[in-house]
């Protein structure tokens, strides 16, 4: 979920929304980016696997990279919505959907925006341990808030 309080406006941003941006109903990576994007339409959870599976396998993607980019995009996309850089609420699960979530919450702190992040389950495994460890360091230098346990 991000929040904008600029605008006083709620955006749901379901986990899976991160991955819908990006995709079609085509079924591959490869005819997705084929087609144009104004074409978009949302992914049931099987053909959103399957993409996942083909990027994974056929493509060679780590987690680490399509955590980077969805983060980015969806950065992006709040950047373009709400470009008066206020703050910004981002609540992540602890799966890779909320690994997508902290991502874009670094990537609003360098856009300038205020992010709160609400963490309350943090896994252990790779590579969330790291990606919180960078959304944390850009306390010194953004303003920046975490709330890991609430």
Request: charged share 15%; hydrophobic share 40%; glycine share 8%.
């Amino acid at each position: 979920m991000v929040w904008h309080r600029t605008h006083g406006l709620c955006l749901l941003m379901v986990a899976a929304l991160v991955s819908h941006i990006l995709r079609t109903n085509y079924g591959s990576f490869s005819q997705l980016m084929s087609r144009s994007m104004s074409n978009v339409t949302y992914l049931g959870q099987e053909q959103a696997q399957n993409i996942d599976i083909e990027l994974f396998d056929d493509y060679k993607f780590s987690i680490d990279q399509l955590m980077e980019l969805a983060g980015l995009a969806v950065a992006k996309a709040v950047e373009k919505s709400y470009p008066s850089r206020g703050e910004v609420l981002v609540v992540c699960g602890p799966g890779n959907n909320g690994g997508d979530g902290l991502v874009a919450a670094r990537h609003l702190a360098l856009f300038n925006y205020k992010p709160t992040v609400v963490y309350p389950k943090q896994p252990s495994k790779h590579p969330f341990p790291s990606i919180l460890h960078q959304v944390c360091r850009i306390r010194g230098s953004r303003e920046f808030t975490a709330i890991l346990n609430p």
